[in-house]
C-alpha cells in the first residue's frame, strides 16, 4: 500500500515547477536502528534528465519526520553516472529509511542497493569528506562551494560569499567539546534541542571549548567566508573537522518530556531552509505555550488531527492568495476544515506568517531582542487556532529598523525585526550572514560612493573631489560628479555585488553620498547645469552647505547615469540612495525611474512632530520638501527616519503619520536608523523598546494606531502590572505632546535635556518613578519583572546624570539645625570627597587632597541648612568665633547657589567671617537673614548655616536651584589648595558642571 500511496500522491508534491509532472518512486525500504549512522549506495541505469534520489525515514507510527528526510540539490542522478552513495543518520524514532528517485517519467532501473552500518569515529559526518568529491553527505547545506583536491585528500573549498553548514551533530547537554587536532575552525557554532530548534549561535574563536546549553541536543558547524576586501579571506578550504567530549557540565535543572499535541506540523523536503526555520519555530512555540509536543512531519499522516501546512508548496487550492501575495514577502492564512495553510508567496513570508498566526491566537509578545526576555505569554492547556481566516502583504517592500554601532549579536537582533515583521537588509562585507537572513533579512549591498564603489586605489585622482583647489582622495567624501569614468566605476561595482552571493538574488542595492556636505569643486561640477526647458541652474557657491540645489542636482545627474547603464543589463535594477543632507533637495532635474530615494530630513527636524506637521519656519522646510519631492518626481520612494532618542519618548507617534504619508506617495522603503543591539548593560532598549517594537509593526501597516499597539504592548509584555505601567506611558506621552512645551526634540538631543524638559520640569518624575516601582512589586512574570527592573535602573540612572544633590526634609530641623551633635543631621545627605581644582599648571594623576571637605544639607518647609565640616591640620582658635560679615581671612570653604536667574556667594572662614554676595553686586550690601553658627574642634572648623528659602526666590516642589561648593586652604600662599565637590572651579558657569538641589519631600 505505501508504494501504491508513493505513485499516486507523490507526483502532486511540491517541486512541479522545477520538475515538471515528476513522480517518487519507492525503490526500496529497508530497516535501521535509530539515532544511528549508515550509508546507502546503489547503482542507476538512466539517461533521464532531471532526477534524483531522496532518503526518508519511517517511523513506528508510519509517519515520515520531517528530522529523517534527505531531499537536498546535490542528491542527483545524472546522465553518464551510474555509482552513487549517500552516509546519514537516522531519526531519533526511525525503524525504516526508504529509497525513492524523483523523475518526469518512469521508474529508473535501480540496483545494487546496499546498506551498511557506519562508525563516526571524529562526532562529525563526512567531516573529513572520505566519502569522495561531489558527496555532500554530513553537509546538506552549503552555498558556492566545491570539492577540491589537496595532497590526495578531497577537501571542501567555499568561494565569496558562500557557507557551509555541518548535519546536525547530536551532543550531550551540558557537554563540553573541543575540535579534534587537525580540524579548520568554524565561524558559528549553532545549538539546536531536541526538536531541532535553533536555542541560539555564538562565535568560535581558537582555542576555544564548546560548553553546551543545558538544552542542546545537537549542534551545527557554520563555516563562512570572511573580509571580501582582503583576497585570502574571500575563499575558506575546509580540509577537516572533528568534535571529542572532554567534559561535562552538571546541569542545574532536569529537561522535562513533552506529553503529545493533538496535531502535527507538515513541510515539504525540498523546502527553502527559511520555510524550515519557520515550521521549527511554530513547533517550538506551539511547545512552549501549551506544554506539548507537536511533531513536524515531511508527509501528512492518516491521522484525524489538525494539520498545520507550511509553504507554498501546499497551496493548489489558494491561487487567488498567492496571486495576492506575489512580489511581496506578506502571507496567507487559510482554515480548510481542521486544517491550515501558513503560507507566502516568498519564503520569507511564510515566517512572517508563523509569527503573525501566532500573535493572533495567542497573547504571545517579542518585546525585545534580547535572549533573556526575547518572548512573554501565557501558558495554556490547548490553543484554539480562532484566526486562522486572513491574509495581508506589506505596505513597504523594505522594511529596516537599523541596528548601529557594535551590535553583540546581530543574528539575535535580526530574529527580533524578523518575529515582527521587518526584512531589514543584511550587510555583506563579512561573508554571507546566514542567521540574519535564516531569520528573514533581506540580502542587500553598497554604500557610499567612494568607500564601497570605487575605492581609493584608482590611479586617476581625478575621480576624486577638488576641495579648496586639491584633489582629496577619501573614502568619506563625494566623487567628482562629472568625470565620465565615475557611473561607469559605480556601475562595474554594482555589477559585480550583484553577482557577489551565487544562488542568492541580491534584493537591496545602495549607492548614497558620503555622510558630510563636502562636495567637489572642480572646473567641470562648478559650471552651470542645462535644464530640460533650456534654462541653466548656476551655482551660488562652491560648497553644498551654501548651495544644497546645486549639489543635489549634480548628485541625482550622476546617479541618472548610472542608472541608465545598469537597466541595460538589468531591466527591473532599483538603486535605493539617500536624499540626504544637501541631497535631500529636490534637484532640478528628474529621476530615473530605476532611483529609489531616502528622503532624510537631516539636519533632523522636531521628532515630536510629524514630516507634515513641523511647527516653526525652520521645520516646515522639510515638509515642503517631502511634498516637493512627490510633486516633481516620478520615482518610488524612501524615507530614512530618526526615530530614536537619548530618554524616554513618543518617537513611534511621529513614525506612524510619517509613513503614512510615505504610503500615499507610493514608497516602498520605510527606514528607522540608530538603534544598538539589545545587550546586558542598560540600553536604549530599556526607555524605548515600546517604540521600536511599535515602529516595525507600522512599517507593515502604518494604517495601524500607535496609542493602540502601544497599548497592546503594555498589556502583553508587563501582563499584570500593565495598569501601573500604563500610567507610566501616559505621564510620558502627555507630557511628550503637551503643545505648551517649546523644546524640541531629534537624535542628537542629551537625555540630561530630555529628562529634565519632559519629565522633571512638568513635575512628574516623582509620580513615572512610583508608577514604575508599583509595576515592579505587581508584576509576577519573571521576564516582564526584569524588563520593568532595567527601566526603574535606566530612570534612576537619568535622574542621577542630573548631578542632583538631594536634600531631604526633616521637620526636626527647624529646632535642631544649629546642634552639631542633633541625631537629626544623620538625616541629612551629605557629600565629600572633594578633588583638587587645577591651578596654573595641570595636575599629576596621584594628586590628592590633603585638607578634607564635608557638606551635609537638609531642609524645613522655610529654609536651607547646610553643616559643614572643615578638616585641617592647622592650629585653630581655642574658641568658636563669632560670625562677622567680613570676606574670610584665611581657611575658608564657598558656597555659591543659584536659583532662577539670581546667583547667591557665600564664603564662610575659619575665622567666622560670612561675606555674602547676590548677582556679584558689590556695590550694595545684600541685607540676608541667613545664619552661621561656628565650631572648632581637634582637627576641624565647622560652621551650620541656615538659609531662608524666600531670600533665593526657592518654592519647594518646583523648584530651579543648583549649588557648588569649594574649600580653600592657604589662599596667599605658595601652599594654596583649592578643592571642589566635582574638580572644577566653581566660578565656571557651564552647564554641565551643575549640581542641581533635589528638595525631597
Known amino acids: 500500500m505505501r508504494y501504491l500511496f508513493y505513485l499516486i500522491v507523490f507526483g502532486l508534491l511540491p517541486g512541479s515547477e522545477l520538475w515538471g509532472e515528476s513522480k517518487d518512486h519507492v525503490i526500496e525500504s529497508r530497516k535501521v536502528e535509530p539515532e544511528s549512522y549508515y550509508r546507502l549506495t546503489f547503482e542507476v541505469q538512466s539517461d533521464a534528465d532531471q532526477a534524483k534520489w531522496i532518503l526518508r525515514m519511517v517511523n513506528g507510527a508510519g509517519e515520515y519526520p520531517f528530522a529523517g528526510s534527505y531531499d537536498n540539490d546535490w542528491q542527483q542522478i545524472v546522465p553518464g553516472k551510474t555509482e552513487y552513495s549517500q552516509a546519514f543518520r537516522t531519526a531519533g524514532d526511525a525503524e525504516n529509511v526508504e529509497l525513492l528517485v524523483r523523475t518526469n517519467g518512469g521508474p529508473p532501473q535501480v540496483s545494487k542497493v546496499h546498506l551498511e552500518e557506519v562508525v563516526v569515529s571524529e562526532g562529525v559526518l563526512n567531516g573529513d569528506f572520505s566519502e569522495g568529491a561531489g558527496n555532500y553527505s554530513g553537509w546538506s547545506e552549503q552555498l558556492n562551494t566545491q570539492f577540491i583536491e589537496i595532497e590526495g585528500r578531497t577537501a571542501l573549498k567555499i568561494n565569496h560569499n558562500g557557507y557551509a553548514l555541518t548535519d546536525p551533530i547530536p551532543v550531550e547537554s551540558g557537554g563540553v567539546y573541543q575540535l579534534t587536532r587537525g580540524s579548520t575552525s568554524p565561524s558559528y557554532l549553532l545549538f539546536y534541542d531536541k526538536d531541532r530548534y535553533l536555542l541560539g549561535s555564538s562565535r568560535y574563536s581558537r582555542p576555544h571549548k564548546l560548553e553546551m546549553p543545558g538544552e542542546a541536543a545537537f549542534l551545527r558547524l557554520l563555516f563562512q567566508t570572511s573580509f571580501d576586501h582582503i583576497p585570502i579571506y574571500r575563499t575558506k578550504t575546509i580540509e577537516k573537522v572533528g568534535l571529542s567530549l572532554v567534559d561535562k557540565v552538571t546541569l542545574s535543572r532536569e529537561i522535562t518530556s513533552r506529553v503529545s499535541y493533538p496535531g ?44 498545520f501546512y507550511i509553504g507554498s508548496q501546499w497551496t493548489e487550492n489558494y491561487t487567488d492568495d498567492l496571486q495576492f501575495l506575489a512580489d511581496s514577502d506578506g502571507y496567507a492564512v487559510r482554515r480548510d476544515g481542521k486544517d491550515i495553510y501558513l503560507f507566502g508567496s516568498h519564503p520569507r513570508g511564510t515566517l512572517f506568517g508563523v509569527y503573525g498566526f501566532l500573535e493572533k491566537n495567542t497573547d504571545i509578545i517579542w518585546p525585545r531582542p534580547h535572549p533573556d526576555f526575547d518572548a512573554i505569554f501565557s501558558k495554556v492547556k490547548e490553543i484554539e487556532f480562532t484566526q486562522a481566516d486572513f491574509r495581508t502583504r506589506p505596505t513597504f517592500d523594505i522594511r529596516e529598523v537599523n541596528f548601529s554601532g557594535s551590535d553583540p549579536n546581530p543574528a539575535v537582533s535580526q530574529r527580533w525585526l524578523g518575529r515582527n515583521g521587518s526584512n531589514t537588509p543584511l550587510k555583506l562585507g563579512k561573508g554571507f550572514p546566514y542567521l540574519r537572513w535564516l531569520s528573514g533579512a533581506t540580502i542587500g549591498v553598497g554604500g557610499g560612493y567612494i568607500w564601497s564603489f570605487i575605492g581609493l586605489e584608482e590611479e586617476d585622482e581625478t575621480l576624486y573631489p577638488e576641495i579648496n583647489g586639491k584633489r582629496l582622495r577619501n573614502r568619506w567624501r563625494q566623487p567628482c560628479y562629472t568625470h565620465p569614468e565615475v557611473p561607469k566605476l559605480i556601475s562595474k561595482a554594482a555589477r559585480e555585488m550583484l553577482a557577489s552571493v551565487p544562488g542568492r538574488d541580491i534584493e537591496f542595492l545602495i549607492s548614497r553620498v558620503g555622510d558630510n556636505w563636502e562636495v567637489c569643486s572642480c572646473s567641470e ?17 562652491a560648497t553644498s552647505n551654501k548651495d544644497p540645489l546645486f549639489f543635489s542636482t549634480r548628485n541625482y545627474l550622476m546617479l541618472n547615469k548610472v542608472a541608465e547603464e545598469m537597466t541595460k543589463d538589468y531591466p527591473d535594477f532599483k538603486l535605493h540612495t539617500h536624499a540626504y543632507i544637501f541631497a535631500a533637495e529636490p534637484p532640478r532635474i528628474k529621476l530615473h525611474p530605476a532611483i529609489v530615494p531616502h528622503f532624510a530630513a537631516y539636519p533632523t527636524k522636531d521628532e515630536r512632530y510629524p514630516i507634515l506637521e513641523q511647527p516653526g519656519k525652520s521645520g516646515a522646510v522639510w515638509g515642503k520638501r517631502f511634498q516637493q519631492w512627490d510633486k516633481e518626481q516620478d520615482v518610488n520612494f524612501g524615507f530614512f527616519g530618526y526615530y530614536y532618542g537619548e530618554c524616554y519618548n513618543a518617537f513611534a507617534d511621529t513614525a506612524g503619520p510619517d509613513y503614512k504619508a510615505l504610503a500615499s506617495i507610493g514608497g516602498i522603503h520605510a527606514h528607522c536608523e540608530g538603534y544598538p543591539g539589545d545587550s546586558e548593560e542598560l540600553s536604549r532598549w530599556d526607555f524605548e523598546g515600546s517604540e521600536k517594537w511599535i515602529i516595525a509593526k507600522l512599517q507593515w501597516d502604518p494604517t495601524l494606531d500607535p496609542a493602540a499597539l502601544r497599548e497592546q504592548y503594555i498589556n502583553r509584555t508587563f501582563r499584570d502590572a500593565a ?53 515592579l512589586d505587581m508584576a509576577s512574570d519573571p521576564k516582564s519583572r526584569k524588563i520593568i527592573e532595567r527601566m526603574l535602573a535606566q530612570f534612576d540612572r537619568f535622574a542621577d546624570e542630573l548631578n542632583r544633590l538631594p536634600v531631604p526634609l526633616v521637620p526636626e530641623s527647624t529646632e535642631q539645625w544649629s546642634q552639631y551633635d542633633s541625631p537629626h543631621w544623620y538625616k541629612a545627605h551629605q557629600v565629600g570627597d572633594f578633588k583638587l581644582v587645577p591651578q596654573w599648571e595641570p595636575l599629576s594623576e596621584d594628586a590628592d587632597v ?80 541667613s545664619k552661621a553658627h561656628f565650631l572648632t574642634d581637634e582637627g576641624r572648623w565647622s560652621v551650620l548655616f541656615a538659609v531662608p528659602f524666600d531670600e533665593i526666590n526657592v518654592k519647594p516642589g518646583d523648584a530651579d536651584i543648583d549649588g557648588k561648593f569649594c574649600r580653600v586652604v592657604n589662599p596667599d600662599s605658595p601652599d594654596r589648595e583649592e578643592s571642589s565637590y566635582n574638580g572644577r572651579g566653581i566660578f565656571n558657569n557651564h552647564t554641565l558642571l551643575r549640581s542641581p538641589l533635589k528638595l525631597g519631600e
Open 723 to 775: 495598569e501601573p505601567m500604563r500610567k507610566f506611558y501616559q505621564l510620558i506621552n502627555d507630557s511628550w505632546h503637551d503643545a505648551k512645551n517649546p523644546n524640541s526634540v531629534n537624535c542628537h538631543t542629551a537625555s540630561k535635556k530630555i529628562f529634565t524638559d519632559f519629565i522633571v520640569e512638568p513635575g512628574l518624575e516623582n509620580r513615572a518613578r512610583t508608577a514604575l516601582v508599583e509595576a
Open 264 to 307: 502535527e506540523i507538515v513541510l515539504n523536503t525540498s523546502c527553502d531552509p527559511r520555510e524550515e526555520f519557520a515550521a521549527r519555530e511554530l513547533q517550538h512555540w506551539i511547545g512552549e505555550i501549551t506544554g506539548k509536543r507537536i511533531p513536524l512531519l515531511a508527509e501528512p499522516s492518516n491521522a484525524d488531527h489538525p494539520k
Open 525 to 541: 561640477c562648478m559650471k552651470p547645469i542645462k535644464l530640460e526647458d533650456g534654462s541653466e541652474l548656476v551655482a551660488k557657491a
Open 850 to 929: 590633603k585638607h578634607e571637605t564635608t557638606v551635609a544639607m537638609m531642609r524645613d518647609k522655610n529654609h536651607l541648612y547646610f553643616r559643614i565640616d572643615a578638616f585641617t591640620d592647622q592650629k585653630l582658635v581655642e574658641n568658636s568665633p563669632a560670625s562677622s560679615r567680613l570676606f574670610p581671612k584665611g581657611d575658608r570653604v564657598e558656597i555659591i547657589l543659584r536659583s532662577g536667574r539670581d546667583t547667591f556667594y557665600f564664603a564662610l572662614g575659619a575665622d567666622g567671617g560670612t561675606y555674602l554676595l547676590k548677582n556679584w553686586d558689590t556695590a550694595n550690601r545684600w541685607s540676608s537673614q
